[in-house]
């Protein structure tokens, strides 16, 4: 890790940022699909396991990017309204890309929608949580990532910057003991204003996005969606949202099915149109980035009992292949925003939060940047009965306290600060 320190990006000057977004709505045609158009005769819904196929689109799933510059060095932010960023795709993007911008350039992101598009990983795990793996799906998402890139650094005009935060309780519990529990609560916000020209704003916030369950066959944002369109009736030109620690937190709020998405989605867009307007934008930036290469232990999945799980030869065979595993970082001006491939816990980001919060700067913790480690909770609930910790907590009760050791070096680096 130390190795990929003296290789980051650090540049200060005058701010470039360029949007765009691109609806993923895969279309349903019973006869002749082109999966080049989107068009599939069976997609499953990826958060539902393998049995749920969608039938239609209840609101439209998209893809969002902002790509900013400081002096010729550039960095991508992508957001889906998906459940992750699947591998396959990030490395059919990359692949595309290749000679242009580079993989490490891009913080990948997902809304984390249950009622998005699945069949985009292989093996027992990826099919077991969304359906039979379909190559067709991820060459199609991989293109319209691609573009989607390429529109948005083709659209960079001078811009300024500002980010906040504000605290929305009401909206968030800690799903796995309840009011007891340590809570994330931030809604942290980030914002880009081109020079006489458009606003893109981003949003991260840690509640899980499971409004939608399975009575629900049609593709939906959940919650996230109601928060981007919401937005974007009051002004806002492009809004984003990236899940935050939603390791260990659930949505709170009122009413049954989608009016409780719509409840969430417009509350917390309420929410940051407090902060948005009372934003200061920044023209001049110091941007540094940095990516590195995070090593796992073995496999600690499937469990049998406290003292067995399935070995780590014979897990690894119901997995999907991983390749290099990235941990990425971004500090412009007073935020740092970490990106991270794995659903940590919010009582974890607390703790990496307040101490960034006292040393000055507003942080962004997000999940699914393109490779996928499970839940990551604190070791003290790895043996209690929750789903977080025994179905989804694959590498063994040491791991969290491994990975928030290095989100807090990287945070170090990106700071010029010892949290």
């Not at 958060?47 to 998209?62: C, K, M, R």
């Not at 993007?93 to 350039?105: D, F, H, M, P, Y």
């Not at 980030?190 to 399975?214: E, R």
Request: hydrophobic share 40%.
């Amino acid at each position: 890790m130390d190795s990929s320190f003296l290789k980051k990006i650090e540049e200060n000057g005058p701010l470039l940022a360029g949007f765009a977004k691109v609806n993923i709505s895969p279309k349903y045609v019973a006869e002749a699909p082109d999966a080049s158009n989107g068009e599939f005769n069976a997609i499953r819904m990826a958060g539902y396991g393998d049995g749920q196929i969608a039938t239609g689109v209840h609101d439209s799933l998209f893809a969002k990017a902002i790509a900013l510059e400081v002096n010729g060095k550039e960095v991508i932010f992508l957001s889906a309204d998906m459940v992750v960023i699947p591998e396959l795709v990030v490395q059919k993007v990359a692949s595309n890309l290749e000679g242009t911008i580079s993989r490490k350039q891009i913080l990948f992101g997902a809304t984390h929608t249950h009622a998005s598009i699945g069949n985009c990983i292989p093996k027992f795990v990826g099919e077991s949580f969304s359906g039979e793996y379909q190559p067709e799906v991820v060459a199609w998402l991989g293109e319209k990532f691609t573009q989607l890139i390429l529109t948005a650094r083709k659209d960079k005009k001078l811009a300024t910057f500002a980010s906040d935060y504000i605290r929305v309780p009401n909206l968030i519990r800690n799903r796995i003991i309840g009011e007891t529990g340590r809570l994330n609560d931030k809604l942290n916000l980030v914002s880009f204003q081109q020079n006489k020209g458009k606003k893109a704003v981003i949003g991260i916030f840690g509640a899980h996005a499971t409004t939608i369950a399975t009575w629900n066959d049609k593709f939906s944002g959940d919650y996230p969606g109601y928060f981007q369109r919401s937005l974007e009736s009051k002004g806002v030109d492009l809004a984003l949202f990236f899940a935050g620690t939603v390791g260990s937190h659930s949505n709170k709020g009122k009413g049954e099915k989608f009016e409780k998405s719509k409840y969430i989605g417009e509350t917390l867009a309420d929410s940051a149109a407090v902060v948005i307007n009372k934003m200061e934008y920044d023209s001049v930036v110091q941007m540094t980035a940095i990516t590195t290469e995070i090593e796992i232990p073995e496999l600690q999945a499937f469990y049998i009992s406290d003292r067995l799980r399935v070995a780590p030869w014979a897990a690894s065979k119901l997995m999907a292949d991983m390749q290099t595993i990235y941990l990425q970082g971004v500090k412009i001006n007073d935020l740092v925003w970490l990106a991270m491939p794995y659903e940590l816990s919010g009582e974890y980001g607390i703790d990496l939060k307040n101490a960034l919060e006292v040393a000055g700067f507003n942080s962004s913790l997000t999940s699914f940047n393109g490779q996928y480690l499970g839940y990551i909770v604190p070791q003290k609930y790895y043996y209690f009965d929750t789903y977080e910790a025994r179905l989804m907590g694959w590498y063994g009760p040491s791991m969290g306290d491994y990975l928030m050791e290095l989100n807090f070096k990287l945070a170090n680096e990106l700071t010029d600060k010892r949290l």
